[in-house]
């Protein structure tokens, strides 16, 4: 699979061209960040929480919840860098699907591709779409969407 080189830099509004392609790093899903996120959500849903009563359900097994999927694949997609220090807002999600079930255990990577482009210069930037599929470590898209970000234009030289 190929992997990413990390920019120094976010990119700017215009650096960033319909179709092209970034992967994200991998990061493996705990037991920890189950639990944390239980506490931080107060979701304690036996789905989740309870490996005896998941044990009879048709996973087999506690199942990762889907907000924490997104959350994590939040944090993958900033680690490839191109919004690092340029990112202005995350302004919605779109069209997002829960496809396969995510356990503790499994390694999630981010697929990004910058779907549309839209100036704002109001807002000193502009609005990428990005299209997102979170894929598991035997390449199964997990959950998928569009994330709509908005981003700074390039500073005007003097």
Known sequence: ???????????YFEEFEIGQRMISPGRTVTEADVVNFAG???DFTSIHTDAVYAKHTPFG???VYGLLGMSI??????RVGVLE?????FREIENWKFSQPL??????????EVERTKLIPRLGGG????GLKVKNQDDQTVMKGQWIVLVECKPETE
């Open 127 to 130: 609005s990428l779409t990005l």
């Open 85 to 89: 220090g340029t990112v202005l807002a």
């Open 103 to 112: 356990f503790i255990g499994d390694t999630i990577h981010v697929e990004i």
């Open 40 to 42: 931080i959500s107060g």
């Open 61 to 63: 097994k506690r199942v």
């Open 1 to 11: 699979m190929n992997r990413p080189v990390l920019a120094s830099r976010g990119m």
């Open 73 to 78: 694949a939040s944090g993958l997609a900033v």
